[in-house]
């Protein structure tokens, strides 16, 4: 691997419980439809074949649970991969800032601000919307 890689990893690493969570929790909401599948064999052998009213009753319960089960991992999986993802890209940013500030003078006289070539659209952006702004008509109040 690169040393560019290795540094973006080392991003993930204070956050490697998190992420191992995340796993865990991906693979419970994988699993989650196999449970239901093995419901419906449970209802064609035990409820339809056998009679069995019981777990008629208990089957729409199991299936509500396990539907509100996927809910809640999928839920607590997201929330905990965007904390995550903030805060590496809140490190980045830091880490960037801080490089910004420790170059000299010289590199931000002889740098623009933004690159063409990189196709950030800034720029543009900001000079497109003075442009629209400046052309609007003046409109006197109606008394």
Same mark, same amino acid.
Not at 9 to 33: E, Q, S, W, Y
Not at 115 to 143: C, D, I, Y
């Given at each position: *691997?690169?040393? %560019?890689?290795?540094?973006?990893? @080392? &991003? ?8 191992? #969570?995340? +796993? ?34 208990? *089957?729409?319960? %199991?299936?509500?649970?396990?539907? @509100? &089960?996927?809910?809640l991992v999928n839920?607590?999986?997201? #929330?905990? +991969? ?62």
């Amino acid at each position: *691997m690169t040393s %560019a890689t290795n540094r973006f990893l @080392g &991003l993930f690493r204070p956050h490697l419980k998190g992420l191992v #969570l995340g +796993t865990v929790l991906l693979v419970i909401a994988a699993n989650i439809p196999a449970a239901i599948v093995v419901l419906i064999k449970v209802v064609l052998d035990d409820v339809l074949i056998k009679q069995d009213h019981a777990t008629l009753v208990a *089957m729409p319960f %199991a299936v509500a649970g396990l539907y @509100g &089960l996927s809910a809640l991992v999928n839920i607590s999986r997201g #929330l905990l +991969t965007k904390s995550i993802s903030f805060k590496v890209v809140e490190r980045l940013r830091v880490e960037l800032m801080e490089q910004y500030l420790r170059l000299g003078v010289a590199y931000h006289q002889h740098t623009p601000p933004v690159s063409k070539s990189a196709g950030w659209p800034t720029t543009s952006t900001t000079s497109n919307t003075r442009s629209r702004v400046s052309r609007r008509p003046f409109r006197s109040p109606s008394p």
